[in-house]
């Protein structure tokens, strides 16, 4: 079983960067696959970013891309998202993700394991 707790949320001004961290239980990392989904309201859940296992691959929405880097410490069992140059249309419960197996995945049904969600929002 795989826990997850999400941080870093926050208010930010439009242009600004907020750093969100994963931090997964101890005894279940194992260097699965994680990923960061947001869901704005009234929308449905979207696939933000990925990285495999290793942390050698990495996958992003093009709506993140050059903004947005994910990057993980199997050391410290925590998975970062930076989110650089936000957007007001980056606000939304940003969620992190895991699943058993080191390849990286791009739907939210490959991800069994979910966060609580952490609240970014941006100001115009």
């Known amino acids: 079983q795989v826990q997850l707790v999400e941080s870093g949320g926050g208010l930010v001004q439009a242009g600004g960067s907020l750093r969100l961290s994963c931090a997964a239980s101890a005894r279940s990392f194992s260097s699965p696959a994680m990923a960061w989904f947001r869901q704005a309201p009234g929308k449905e859940r979207e696939f933000v970013a990925a990285i495999s296992g290793t942390g050698v691959r990495t996958y992003y929405a093009d709506s993140v891309k050059g903004r947005f880097t994910i990057s993980r410490d199997n050391a410290e069992n925590t998975v970062y998202l930076q989110m650089n140059s936000l957007k007001p249309d980056d606000t939304a419960v940003y969620y992190c993700?895991?699943?058993?197996?080191?390849?990286?995945?791009?739907?939210?049904?490959?991800?069994?394991?979910w966060g609580q969600g952490t609240q970014v929002t941006v100001s115009s």
């Open positions: 993700a895991a699943r058993s197996a080191l390849r990286l995945g791009l739907l939210a049904n490959e991800y069994p394991y």
